[in-house]
């Protein structure tokens, strides 16, 4: 690896002989936001659909894609493919609240198809909002690379002018004129999960099924095979367009998820914060995403991992029936580039053609061309109750919009279930020896789902407990927002004031199984507080799916309150479990259960607004 100093310009390569990129961008900094703007000849923007970042991760072509980490920001580029008129490529550094400057660590690795990766080590200093950081650029039939570090004191909307955009401006305000009435704040523009989200509720909808929930598991291939798809982001993002299938139709909008080769890995639970960089542009059995899928290998075996899927659906819908509850379908969403011998496709028909009276719908979805085996015949498969299965195939799954995808994959589905519900087949086998059922919450308490509320009254003061099993390291945190919009955090550092803000406690740093306690003591001074488990590096990889930790809301009326975790997350450091809305007369209680993206030690950040967002704070190390 050679260094990029401020101001070199260095080759990365010719035009025209297929040169693929990767920058990968660290910045140890509080709040910021990483864009790569493409511009032509004249140094400005001539078509903002280029711009790739947050809220616009891939461009039209796919040309340029932007994924998180572990650790980062990785923008993946296709230089040949980019439109004619792009000759250069920014990559920008942004915040809305504190210099760029600020950061305690920062480096950007640049790292071409062939030739040697190059790392600018960026300085701290300056109170710039916005800093370009690096420009690769077309020159005289090669690409080429510079440090450029050039800063902005306007921040996003001087960027933006330099680059000849548009920015809204509000017009002078006329001494003379009267005061405004005041106006409502514009709403959070929307996500593209949101727009998928409704995406999925319109196929449900046309299919007749728009109230219908069901569990979502979703296995992977990562056969050798499967290799180019991964390094080229295809598997990431297709990943991330599986998320709003099941936040749309998971009681608890996440994904159980497997990745398999010659043997399977069970990845525990994804959901729209946790699937970011997941999979990345790298087979998981290199990056080692959860100890046990580096021995995976690299061949095809499907028929172990399908039993397992059965094995998590049999168990909760045993634990449905002892709750009690109607049955739930699952609809497990099976993607493979093929691959699949004579052998191998006999044992898959066996176990479809085993469970047509499961509340369990395979889909399988093939990428490419390649041999699917018995997968390509599996609506004429006989001696079946009821079709339980689909199948269908796309050559580029970059190019298939949301409807058809999402049509492809939920229609057959729909259509089963409303058959399946009128057969009377709902007598699945019992659940496996040694199955752990739901413990019953205490009588008098309420015992949250995910994502739902309580409001109580608001007491006096209100204390937290985290609890958890498991010999290991917990640390509660409580982001806070007070009334007058001051945020912060009471945490092992920092365990707060009783008399003054942010009039929270922290009962101290529990190093083994056990508890953490926190305390509002004034809760008519705080608006927002999210209480939030960190789990040291140290415990390893899945030590929220072993610890299962609950916060615990009790208070001086006698109320009490569990968000317990119900997920099985295996690779995050980061959960926020709970939060509490102080802005009304009551106390309003929501369990929230969303966990930080792999890899990454980036704390959650809660805004004053009170929306929370996971993989955006400072990382804390507990031996610095």
Not at 210 to 229: E, Q
Not at 589 to 594: F, M, T
Request: proline share 6%; glycine share 10%; with cysteine.
């Amino acid at each position: 690896m050679a260094p990029l100093l401020k101001g070199q310009r260095l080759a990365l390569g010719p035009q025209g002989q297929g040169l693929t990129l990767t920058v990968h961008t660290e910045l140890d900094h509080p709040d910021v936001d990483l864009s790569l703007f493409a511009l032509n000849d004249a140094r400005t923007i001539q078509d903002d659909s280029y711009l790739t970042f947050f809220n616009q991760p891939t461009s039209p072509g796919g040309e340029v894609r932007m994924t998180a980490t572990g650790s980062g920001t990785q923008f993946t580029i296709d230089l040949d493919r980019l439109p004619a008129w792009i000759s250069r490529l920014v990559l920008c550094a942004t915040s809305d609240s504190q210099p760029i400057g600020r950061l305690q660590r920062g480096q950007v690795t640049v790292t071409p198809s062939a030739g040697e990766t190059l790392q600018l080590t960026l300085t701290p200093g300056g109170q710039e909002l916005a800093v370009m950081l690096v420009e690769i650029y077309r020159h005289q039939g090669a690409w080429r690379v510079t440090a450029v570090e050039q800063g902005f004191n306007g921040g996003m909307a001087a960027l933006v002018r330099s680059f000849g955009g548009d920015v809204a401006e509000e017009s002078p305000a006329d001494a003379h004129a009267p005061t405004p009435a005041p106006v409502s704040p514009a709403p959070e523009p929307i996500t593209k999960v949101e727009l998928r989200k409704q995406q999925v509720s319109v196929v449900l909808t046309k299919a007749g099924v728009s109230g219908l929930k069901a569990r979502v598991m979703v296995v992977m291939d990562a056969s050798g095979s499967m290799g180019s798809l991964y390094s080229r982001g295809t598997v990431q993002e297709t990943l991330e367009r599986l998320i709003p299938v099941a936040a749309r139709l998971d009681d608890n909008n996440a994904m159980e998820f497997w990745y398999y080769a010659d043997r399977f890995a069970r990845m525990g639970d994804l959901d729209e914060d946790s699937v970011l960089g997941v999979a990345g542009t790298q087979m998981p059995q290199v990056t080692g995403v959860v100890p046990a899928v580096k021995k995976i290998g690299y061949g095809n075996n499907e028929p172990p991992v399908m039993q397992d899927v059965l094995s998590v659906h049999r168990e909760a819908a045993a634990e449905d029936r002892a709750a009690g509850l109607p049955t739930m379908p699952t609809l497990v969403l099976f993607i493979t580039d093929g691959g699949i011998s004579g052998g191998t496709s006999r044992q898959i028909e066996k176990i479809i053609k085993d469970t047509p009276r499961e509340a369990l719908f395979w889909q399988f979805v093939g990428l490419g061309r390649a041999d699917y085996g018995v997968l390509a015949k599996l609506d004429t498969l006989q001696g079946r109750v009821i079709d339980n299965s689909g199948f269908f195939a796309v050559d580029d799954i970059d190019h298939v919009t949301d409807e058809q995808l999402y049509t492809r994959m939920l229609s057959e589905f729909a259509q089963w279930w409303k058959k399946w519900s009128t057969l009377g087949l709902d007598s699945p086998p019992a659940a496996p020896a040694g199955s752990r059922l739901p413990a019953a919450a205490p009588a008098g308490t309420v015992s949250l789902k995910k994502n739902a509320s309580v409001s109580i009254r608001k007491a006096q003061n209100i204390t937290i407990t985290l609890s958890w099993t498991g010999n290991g390291d917990l640390d509660l945190y409580a982001f806070y927002v007070l009334k007058n919009g001051v945020t912060g955090k009471v945490y092992y550092k920092d365990r707060g004031a009783a008399a003054k803000p942010p009039y929270i406690t922290l009962s101290g740093d529990s190093q083994k199984a056990g508890k953490e306690t926190a305390v509002i003591h004034r809760p008519d001074e705080l608006a927002h507080v999210v209480f939030a488990a960190y789990s040291a590096v140290s415990n390893g990889a899945g030590s929220f799916a072993s610890y299962r930790p609950t916060t615990i809301f009790t208070d001086d009326l006698g109320q009490e309150v569990r968000a317990p975790v119900l997920g099985r997350n295996h690779f995050s450091f980061w959960v926020a479990l709970s939060a509490i809305d102080l802005t009304g007369t009551q106390a309003r209680i929501s369990h929230l259960e969303r966990y930080s993206s792999f890899g990454t030690e980036r704390s959650p950040l809660l805004q004053a607004s009170g929306k929370l967002e996971m993989n955006r704070g400072v990382i804390e190390f507990k031996d610095r």
